[in-house]
């Protein structure tokens, strides 16, 4: 059986291909969705506002960015508020 020799260009394809075949494979094991529910959301928001209020010296943020979190807690204890109605 002949043995073919490859060229230095096709080796770098055939491993270019590999490594590329590879982080896909392991993005697409990475993409598994977890359901977080609206009160674990509410709960690590807090946690992030609380961390935001005194943060370590080396970390800044901006009240606009500050007003963002406590939007979105608002919407997650709106989203509690009408789920647990319509359960009444």
């Known amino acids: 059986m002949p043995v073919e020799e490859l060229t230095d260009d096709q080796i770098i394809e055939a491993i270019s291909q590999e490594i590329v075949t590879e982080i896909n494979d392991s993005e697409e094991e990475e993409e598994e969705v977890v359901v977080i529910s609206n009160t ?3 709960d690590s928001i807090e946690k992030i506002i609380r ?6 010296d080396n970390f800044n943020i901006k009240l606009e960015e500050l007003r963002t979190f406590n939007s979105v807690k608002e919407k ?3 989203l ?3 789920s647990k109605s319509k359960l009444l």
């Not at 961390?51 to 370590?56: I, L, Q, T």
């Open 40 to 42: 674990e959301a509410l």
């Open 51 to 56: 961390y935001c209020k005194n943060p370590p």
């Open 76 to 78: 997650r204890k709106r």
């Open 80 to 82: 509690i508020r009408v």
